[in-house]
């Protein structure tokens, strides 16, 4: 794209923008992900980078085709909201002295990259739908499943936290989040109101007056 020029004038030229913007992007993504198995030192984290590495290749791959499809030459368009996320996530991972929260860092990290993703191609699907290029919406759709499942993957690692095992871990002295919240919960529905145990107390007393 031109700075003096505004090279996108047709729903087209923004599908063939958005395209080799994920391509770069993918690229990019591919080159990142061997620095973030490094750093996990989590068995399940570090497997599903591994998992999500070679997903990402074979993305990549099914992009080539669309550009096939489309008979355009496969390159990427310098994409500043892929390079700002990955450059964040490892600008984090070089501040983090610390096992545990190196792994939460690098979920975190992980999936702001998958969600910038899933926006992406999710336009891309729609796009595509418009310009009448049905060949190569299924494509743009098998990555997006990727994308969603390691998501979702992350997700449950992330969540792993709200365990027992997480619960031992909060050396601050603190309650995790989720059992304050009930506890306090508890608290604001007892509040100005005796228990039914209490009532029934009372009640009895007042019989035996
Ligand atoms: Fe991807
Ligand atoms: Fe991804």
Not at 54 to 66: A, C, N, Y
Not at 119 to 146: M, Q
Not at 172 to 182: D, E, L
């Amino acid at each position: 794209m031109g700075f003096f020029s505004k090279d996108i004038k047709t729903m087209n030229d923004l599908f063939m923008h958005g395209l080799q913007d994920l391509y770069y992007a993918e690229n990019q993504i591919a080159k990142s992900l061997p620095d973030m198995i490094e750093k996990a030192t989590d068995p399940q984290l570090r497997a599903g980078f591994q998992k999500h590495l070679k997903e990402t290749e074979g993305q990549i791959h099914r992009l080539d085709r669309v550009f096939e499809l489309l008979d355009a030459d496969a390159k990427g368009e310098k994409c500043p909201a892929i390079d700002g996320i990955l450059k964040e996530g490892s600008d984090l991972a070089g501040e983090i002295d610390d096992e545990d929260v190196m792994n939460i860092g690098l979920i975190a990290a992980a999936q702001a990259v998958e969600h910038y993703e899933i926006t992406r191609y999710g336009a891309l699907i729609a796009w595509a739908s418009e310009l009448g290029r049905n060949d190569c919406v299924p494509l743009f759709k098998a990555n997006l499943a990727e994308e969603k499942a390691t998501d979702q993957t992350l997700t449950a690692l992330a969540e792993r936290r709200v365990n027992p095992e997480g619960e031992k871990k909060s050396a601050n002295g603190k309650k995790p989040v989720k059992r304050a919240k009930s506890t306090a919960r508890r608290k604001h529905k007892s509040q100005g109101r005796p228990t039914k145990a209490k009532r029934n107390g009372a009640k009895k007393a007042r019989r035996r007056a």
